[in-house]
């Protein structure tokens, strides 16, 4: 049984909706991409509702969004993005506060580790991966699409496996691939919203450590190396795509007095 969990409210969700506001409903906020995304987006003056399926790690994103400076609304819902009643309550609580204006499907699964090859890929597991991967991010869309702002902007997190072939990563990247496919039917049915499709490199991250158990990853960048860059990508809105990040951000100029979040300096 699911239980719902909405936490950490404030007295601006007495509020009634406003459509002024900048929503963004974030899964899989409890750690590594989402949690540090959560807090770009709480700087940047976003209100929030965060998803995960772990209530401890959750309520630590929220104090975490708290700590840094963020003064807008923050909901956590806790739960599993494949429960139907879970993506129910999230689209609850969204539109408690107002139009969401930022969907942003990040929850996510490796599936086993070490990674299989193909060959020994149970096709239950597959078909977790798939579920998780592909099937929630696209009934999350569908149970906030009533809420959704009219120029909504929808990132789902992709990877560079769903564009490239290498043992082990099949399943995972076959997900990917119908995640990356989904994102741009999406986007050719709704022209009126920015449909993304966003590969944010090789992080350090407990997923990615999953994938080389035993190696280590400590060369890799931190989750929160990339997402300013991953928040400027969508107050930018650029036409819907499918983005590898780096490359987005080394083509974005800053506006004077953004700062740069890679070290390029802003021409005064």
């Known amino acids: 049984m699911t239980t719902r969990h909405a936490t950490h409210t404030d007295d601006t969700d007495a509020a009634p909706p406003d459509p002024e506001r900048r929503l963004a409903v974030v899964t899989g906020a409890s750690r590594g991409l989402g949690r540090a995304l959560a807090g770009a987006l709480g700087r940047a003056g976003w209100d929030l509702v965060l998803d995960a399926r772990t209530e401890g790690d959750l309520l630590a994103t929220v104090d975490e969004v708290r700590r840094s400076g963020s003064t807008g609304t923050v909901r956590a819902v806790v739960g599993d993005v494949t429960d139907a009643d879970h993506r129910r309550w999230l689209a609850e609580t969204a539109a408690e506060i107002g139009p969401v204006a930022l969907l942003v499907n990040n929850a996510s699964t490796l599936g086993p580790s070490p990674l299989p090859r193909l060959v020994d890929l149970a096709p239950g ?8 991967n592909t099937v929630a991010p ?19 997190v992709t990877s560079d496996a769903s564009v490239g072939a290498w043992e082990g990563w099949g399943g995972y990247g076959l997900s990917k691939a119908a995640l990356d496919h989904l994102s741009a039917v999406l986007a050719v049915e709704h022209p009126d919203l920015a449909v993304h499709a966003i590969d944010p490199g090789d992080l ?8 080389y158990p035993g190696e280590d990853i400590s060369d890799r960048p931190l989750p929160e190396a990339v997402v300013d860059d991953l928040v400027a990508l969508v107050e930018a809105r650029p036409p819907s795509g499918r983005h590898r990040l780096a490359d987005w951000a080394a083509t974005h100029e800053p506006s004077p007095g953004e700062a740069p979040t890679d070290g390029r300096e802003v021409a005064a």
């Open 125 to 132: 597991e597959l078909a977790e991966l798939l579920e998780v």
């Open 138 to 156: 696209l009934a999350m869309f569908q149970a906030l699409a009533p809420h959704l702002a009219p120029d909504a902007t929808v990132v789902n």
């Open 204 to 211: 350090r991250t407990a997923m990615h450590q999953a994938a």
